[in-house]
């Protein structure tokens, strides 16, 4: 399976790189450092390790594409981190063509623990939330295949517009397929039982995301439902599915 697994190309990792600086420096003209050792970024841009991502960001995004913009006297590596850069004008370009760019899948994977007590949060609030903001759900334990079922998660993940992660149970599979998404550039929604949350049950790593907490009760269901479809909606835009309902 890891054999088949894409691997991004020089291009792809800088749009990566790009777009997570925009993310987190998103004013234009803001100065910003650039740990080049740090794991998140490397995690997201996929380089192997912080020599690529240094050259990454001064060879490719300032030197090559002007995409970013790095005063010459910060251009040498110190602590593995970059100095006063920003992103240039060609870059906010860049950003604009990467955010227009049409895609055709219309699949919403939902991810999550596989516990019969959570059939009817799955059956009542996650699969009904993606289906009215116009997106195809799929949930793995739902879907008909012949494939190893590792192998069918990484086809259905690839093939889908985004994710929502339920991380109630901290299962180490929703760890995986979020992580894995966001590795293939992905949009994902993030939720969980409220009682997990408050018991500090995530881990750190993705703990700081904002989360879509629900209540186990039906009134929780229908405000999960409510809340799931606006975030889609709001972070991926409504679905091609919706028109036709």
């Given at each position: 399976m890891l054999l088949n697994m894409h691997i991004p190309t020089l291009t792809e990792k800088g749009d990566r790189l790009l777009q997570f600086m925009a993310q987190t420096h998103s004013t234009p003209g803001a100065l910003f450092s650039l740990q080049c050792d740090d794991l998140s970024t490397l995690a997201r841009t996929r380089a192997w390790d912080s020599n690529e991502l240094y050259y990454i960001a001064l060879d490719y995004l300032v030197d090559g594409s002007q995409y970013l913009a790095a005063s010459p006297a910060h251009r040498s590596l110190s602590n593995n981190a970059l100095h006063n850069l920003k992103i240039a004008p060609r870059g906010w370009a860049r950003l604009a063509e990467l955010r227009q760019k049409p895609?055709?899948?219309?699949?919403?994977?939902?991810?999550?623990?596989?516990?019969?007590?959570?059939?009817?949060?799955?059956?009542?609030?996650?699969?009904?939330?993606?289906?009215?903001?116009?997106?195809?759900?799929?949930?793995?334990?739902?879907?008909?295949?012949a494939n190893r079922i590792d192998d069918e998660i990484i086809a259905l993940i690839r093939q889908s517009k985004f994710i929502v992660a339920d991380f109630t149970g901290s299962r180490g599979g929703v760890y995986f397929e979020a992580g894995f998404a966001l590795g293939l550039g992905l949009p994902v929604i993030w939720t969980c039982k409220r009682s997990t949350l408050e018991k500090g049950k995530l881990h750190f790593d993705v703990s700081h995301f904002n989360f879509i907490p629900w209540d186990a009760d039906a009134s929780g269901c229908d405000a999960l439902r409510m809340k799931l479809q606006n975030r889609i909606e709001a972070v991926v835009g409504p679905g091609p599915l919706k028109a036709l309902k």
């Open positions: 895609t055709t899948s219309n699949v919403g994977f939902i991810a999550m623990w596989f516990r019969p007590t959570l059939d009817v949060v799955r059956d009542h609030a996650l699969i009904p939330a993606v289906a009215e903001a116009g997106y195809e759900p799929k949930v793995i334990n739902l879907h008909e295949h």
